[in-house]
């Protein structure tokens, strides 16, 4: 009963981030599929920040209360778009064997990863020690309270463990194998919005082949739902990849609405991790760059909504007076030793085909070869490496930190960037043999 609880509720915050996309035109009416994926990312996250303001507020988190909002803007969108309301993202001609086969391998590892993030409560420690304890503690306590947070000894921000709040306050009680079906969530929505992209840019055959190779990298079926689900680092890299892919958006046109859209999800990205912040960073100087160059200075209005949400978390920190924050746990520290590990034991990750397949392999080959770069590939690659970069000199510039200790988690960060541009290197590549050919 349970799951089927949680089930519904995921479909719930799902819907609420579609209502709010399509009753604010964050995006085109014409992209249906990606509005999709990025619904649920952005359900979960106004859920979980609504959660964080009514605890600020002394607002009761009472079902009725968290909820009704979002039932009165549902109505007020099912009221004003109910004749209007078009499903149609999948305008296909014709259905190949192909297209059948890719669907049917699909289903069946949506399936595999569903049924194993039923077998068994969280399993990894950050998971016991950071996410679901706070979750558990918030929920015990019915708001967000410092005490628990410095019990804890983390500073990470409360984006999913507010979300896993969320769903025990729903059921009522606390359920530790349920509440993964969040990350599993993370994983179906990450695919749909990779799916969306590349089903836009190329073929169907070609958007079915390379997101059932995100699926079955072996890092995403424990985080999606083997073994490693209940930590923040699929969800950060979901919110990631849709950051960048509303970046790329915003390049093409300038339009406002994707850049306030960008933002939006910008200051959820960075209350998921900390890492999160050198995303928004980077994305941040790539856009106010096309800013400058256009000329189209009041556009810069739109990135106080994720400098709001990072010094909001900073000053709330500073002012609960939490104690164990990243710099204390992790002070500066540089020796030969360190640098030589960090670069050593990322490039080992790199090339770890259990864990990667030949993802990253293929990656750094595709760098090598010599097709055009279009924009959104430049873009990818900025992002992705300016991310790894700035993972590597974390290693080697503070303490207790070694890749062994977490490189294979920090590369689920941008693992769906590196599968998008794969797909684009791969598509020129082919298109190039083609032109020898004739």
């Known amino acids: 009963m349970n799951i089927f609880i949680v089930l519904i509720t995921i479909l719930f915050m799902s819907f609420v981030g579609y209502v709010v996309i399509r009753l604010f035109t964050l995006l085109p009416k014409k992209m249906v599929l990606f509005t999709i994926g990025c619904s649920y990312g952005l ?9 964080y303001l009514y605890s600020r507020f002394n607002i009761s988190w009472s079902k009725e209360s968290l909820i009704f909002p979002w039932i009165i803007l549902i109505v007020l969108f099912l009221f004003k778009n109910m004749k209007k309301m078009s499903f149609k993202f999948l305008r296909t001609k014709k259905t190949e064997p192909i297209h059948i086969v890719f669907i049917i391998m699909i289903l069946i590892t949506v399936s595999y990863v569903f049924f194993e993030v039923l077998l068994r409560p969280v399993t990894v420690w950050d998971g016991w020690a950071i996410w679901l304890l706070r979750a558990k503690l918030f929920f015990i306590d019915g708001k967000i309270n410092s005490l628990a947070l410095n019990y804890v000894k983390s500073d990470y921000p409360l984006i999913i463990s507010l979300l896993n709040t969320f769903i025990y306050l729903i059921l009522g009680k606390v359920d530790d194998s349920a509440v993964l079906l969040t990350s599993f969530a993370f994983y179906i929505f990450l695919a749909i919005g990779l799916f969306s992209v590349l089903k836009n840019k190329f073929s169907l055959t070609y958007a079915l082949l390379f997101t059932f190779l995100l699926m079955t990298i072996q890092t995403f079926v424990r985080q999606g739902g083997r073994l490693e689900a209940g930590q923040a680092d699929l969800p950060l890299g979901y919110y990631i990849f849709i950051s960048t892919i509303f970046l790329i958006e915003y390049l093409k046109n300038s339009s406002a609405k994707f850049l306030l859209s960008l933002n939006i999800f910008l200051g959820i990205t960075i209350l998921v991790k900390p890492e999160g912040l050198f995303t928004a960073v980077a994305i941040s100087v790539i856009a106010i760059f ?14 106080i909504i994720w ?35 960090a670069i050593w034991g990322t490039l080992k990750e790199l090339v770890n085909i259990k864990s990667w397949n030949l ?19 430049k873009i990818l690659n900025i992002i992705i490496l300016s991310q790894l970069g700035a993972y590597i000199f974390m290693y080697i510039f503070t303490a207790r930190n070694t890749p ?18 794969i797909a684009i ?14």
Do not use: C
């Open 43 to 51: 359900g979960a996250g106004l859920i979980s920040l609504q959660l």
């Open 290 to 303: 096309n800013i400058h160059m256009k000329k189209i200075y009041h556009q810069l209005k739109f990135f």
């Open 307 to 341: 400098i709001i949400f990072f010094l909001d978390w900073e000053i709330y920190k500073k002012f609960n007076n939490l104690k164990y924050t990243y710099i204390s746990a992790h002070p500066l520290e540089m020796t030969w030793g360190k640098t030589l590990n």
């Open 359 to 377: 993802l990253w392999v293929s990656y750094f080959a595709s760098l090598l070869m010599k097709v055009p770069r279009n924009e959104t590939s």
């Open 404 to 421: 062994e200790s977490s490189i294979e988690r920090l590369l689920v960060h941008i693992a769906p960037l590196g599968v998008y541009s």
């Open 425 to 438: 290197s791969m598509r020129q590549l082919l298109k190039n043999f083609q032109n020898i050919s004739h």
